[in-house]
């Protein structure tokens, strides 16, 4: 019986509407209350959930008020409440959309509990405290104590699940830490917008509504910690995060390491000369007590190479961490697709076995095209060639025995794993299957 595993690869909220109170009434669009939640992941954008409240009619108790709340992903959520205020009158539209924002923007992330991170991972997965019991034979008792939040979920607890659910156990006990991207960089080309961005430079690509979040892996947090990205399609570094340090001054260690820099900029305004702050993503060097800022990557040739040259910079702050969150993967997934090493080695001994007849044929070949040789000495070659090339032409079969035996390996230890991982699950849905059956019978 074919068993689907419990832990999907689906890190999606979808979202959820709810109605309270009396639905049917005709009543104007008032006010918002919003709560926003960390993302649980790199590939997870956060949370969101927002009440939608309408006018109370005359004598209409608070229970009996017209409510609705729109849950899932932060965007998502932004993106339906401005559909909701579409919907209302045009005389409201701009005042009710200024407030949501206001509000939106002003709300802080909120520190979810155990029991909010658990149910959030369930709700990931399509999942409630029954199947998820169901499913991994665990006691659907304990688990709806911890969705409730009536048992603290423990280290052993954390770990069972998280088995089940192929997560870290650590993200079942502990939000995630986030900071806000705060500017963008393009290596390859300048951006326009207010003004021209050289590429290398800095900039700003939206509000602080629109600024994207990065998961900060546990053990580069700091309160100070901030974050830029790579936006430079055909760059090596596209999509990549970096993480640093805030810095007023030049940090130590930072040559030849991607750093973040600053340098004063003199600019005119009424007539005054005054100073503005620009910021540059690079490799810092330093050339006979010249500061330079060069380009990262490689494709950048000629004075290109150059962001900045014989600068003077205000501060200079290395890059501690690069992460691209759209190469991230489950890495669950892929302990099953490893072959056996001694395959691997065979295989290896073969190509470059296969690698040195194609370069005795190679040398055969250039020493039968001079001129000066016998003919003699041409059909000795045509022999070697011919014999050399008998040998290749075993190597290959050999290679192609070899990766088909890999294949097989690979193979027969994937479905060895999957079969302990799901074992529970298959004995479980059996078991449902049979009850099912009786119930027919019966």
Not at 34 to 56: I, N, Q, R, W
Not at 420 to 433: A, N, P
């Amino acid at each position: 019986m074919e068993v689907e595993p419990i832990y999907k690869n689906n890190m999606e909220y979808p979202i959820k509407e709810k109605w309270f109170g009396n639905k049917d009434v005709v009543a104007e669009l008032e006010d918002f209350q919003v709560l926003k939640f960390a993302p649980t992941g790199l590939l997870d954008e956060g949370s969101a959930d927002v009440m939608c409240l309408y006018k109370k009619k005359s004598g209409q108790s608070e229970k009996d008020r017209k409510k609705l709340t729109i849950f899932g992903g932060t965007n998502a959520v932004f993106d339906r409440v401005q559909m909701v205020i579409n919907r209302t009158s045009e005389r409201n539209k701009d005042r009710l959309r200024s407030k949501f924002i206001d509000i939106w923007t002003k709300t802080p992330l909120t520190q979810r509990k155990e029991k909010d991170l658990f149910n959030t991972k369930l709700t990931q997965l399509g999942l409630n405290a029954k199947k998820f019991g169901e499913l991994s034979g665990l006691n659907v008792s304990g688990i709806y104590h911890h969705t409730k939040g009536k048992r603290d979920i423990s280290k052993e607890v954390a770990e069972k699940y998280a088995e089940q659910l192929n997560c870290d156990p650590v993200d079942l006990m502990f939000e995630k830490k986030t900071t806000p991207i705060w500017s963008k960089v393009n290596l390859l080309k300048s951006v326009s917008l207010e003004e021209p961005y050289a590429p290398g430079r800095l900039y700003s690509y939206g509000t602080l509504l629109e600024l994207e979040s990065a998961v900060v892996p546990r053990d580069y947090w700091r309160e100070d910690i901030k974050a830029i990205k790579i936006d430079s399609r055909g760059s090596m570094y596209h999509n990549q995060v970096g993480f640093y340090y805030r810095a007023n001054t030049k940090a130590d260690n930072v040559i030849n390491k991607l750093c973040v820099v600053g340098i004063n900029v003199r600019t005119e305004v009424l007539d005054e000369d005054q100073f503005d702050e620009h910021y540059y993503f690079g490799l810092y060097e330093e050339v006979r007590g010249q500061s330079n800022l060069v380009n990262p990557d490689p494709f950048v040739q000629g004075e290109d190479k150059y962001i900045l040259k014989n600068f003077e910079p205000t501060f200079i702050a290395p890059i501690v961490l690069m992460v691209n969150p759209e190469m991230v993967v489950d890495q669950t997934q892929m302990k099953n697709k490893i072959p056996r090493s001694e395959l691997i080695n065979k295989e290896e001994q073969l190509r470059m076995q296969l690698q040195q007849k194609q370069l005795e044929i190679s040398v055969l070949k250039h020493k039968m095209e001079e001129k000066d040789l016998a003919a003699k000495s041409i059909k000795d070659m045509e022999r070697a060639q011919k014999k050399v090339e008998e040998e290749l032409k075993e190597i290959m079969a050999k290679v192609e025995k070899s990766t088909r035996q890999i294949n097989e390996e690979m193979q027969k230890n994937k479905s060895g794993i999957m079969s302990k991982l799901f074992q529970k699950e298959r004995d479980v849905l059996d078991k449902l299957v049979v009850i099912e059956d009786r119930k027919k019978r019966a």
